[in-house]
């Protein structure tokens, strides 16, 4: 069983960055490969990043590639996504997930949700 908990989010005028931390419980987090996803109003959820269990890949969706940065600290036990150079369309609750399923079209563990909103 893993706890997610996110941190980070806020409000942020465009071009500005965030850092969003999840932190999660258990001694089980570098067996799981993590990802970050965002919802936005009216929209489906979406894939943002993910990272391997080491650290060693990453994926980006292309609408936040070049922007974004994930990178996890297995010692902590955290997952992080660096966002520089937001943009208003980057609005949106973002969730930390572990546990993929069916190549991140779910996740068996889900955080509760940060909301960022950038202001245009």
């Known amino acids: 069983q893993v706890q997610l908990v996110e941190s980070g989010g806020g409000l942020v005028q465009a071009g500005g960055s965030l850092r969003l931390s999840c932190a999660a419980s258990?001694?089980?987090?570098?067996?799981?490969?993590m990802g970050w996803f965002r919802r936005a109003p009216g929209k489906e959820r979406e894939l943002v990043a993910a990272?391997?269990?080491?650290?060693?890949?990453?994926y980006y969706a292309d609408s936040v590639k070049g922007r974004f940065t994930i990178s996890r600290d297995n010692a902590i036990n955290t997952v992080y996504l660096q966002m520089n150079s937001l943009k208003p369309e980057d609005t949106a609750v973002y969730y930390c997930?572990?546990?993929?399923?069916?190549?991140?079209?779910?996740?068996?563990?889900w955080g509760q949700g940060t909301q960022v909103t950038v202001s245009s």
């Open positions: 997930a572990a546990d993929p399923v069916s190549g991140w079209s779910q996740a068996n563990y």
């Open positions: 258990g001694r089980t987090f570098s067996s799981y490969p």
């Open positions: 990272i391997s269990k080491s650290g060693s890949n990453t």
